[in-house]
């Protein structure tokens, strides 16, 4: 059984940092891709970057690269999302979802329950 859990949201001042983290498990191989999502009330959920647990490869969205880092720690299966110079704009719910690969093209298999992220001004 696939799970993939979050944590690591809470509130912070804008200008501060959260580190987000993703555990995974049940995975029956190793080559899969995990992405970071958010979803503001009243919104859609976007893309915020993913990362090929294989590889390394690293993708963010526009609004996000220079403050947002993505990474892996594989030998703990879990994924994390360092968050830094915070903006009220990335209040959100985050989500981590496991597909085959990162891209555009990028189909969720697994969604996580989510972790809230509220940034204050």
């Known amino acids: 059984e696939v799970q993939l859990v979050e944590s690591g949201g809470g509130l912070v001042q804008a200008g501060g940092s959260l580190r987000l983290s993703c555990a995974a498990s049940g995975f029956r191989f190793d080559d899969y891709a995990i992405g970071w999502f958010r979803q503001a009330p009243g919104k859609e959920r976007e893309g915020v970057s993913c990362?090929?647990?294989?590889?390394?490869?690293?993708n963010s969205a526009d609004a996000v690269k220079g403050r947002f880092t993505i990474s892996s720690d594989n030998a703990k299966n879990t994924v994390y999302l360092q968050m830094n110079s915070l903006k009220p704009e990335d209040t959100a719910v985050y989500y981590c979802?496991?597909?085959?690969?990162?891209?555009?093209?990028?189909?969720?298999?697994?969604w996580g329950q989510g972790t809230q992220v509220t940034v204050s001004s």
């Open positions: 990362i090929s647990r294989s590889d390394g490869t690293t």
């Open positions: 979802a496991a597909s085959w690969k990162c891209g555009s093209s990028f189909e969720v298999w697994y």
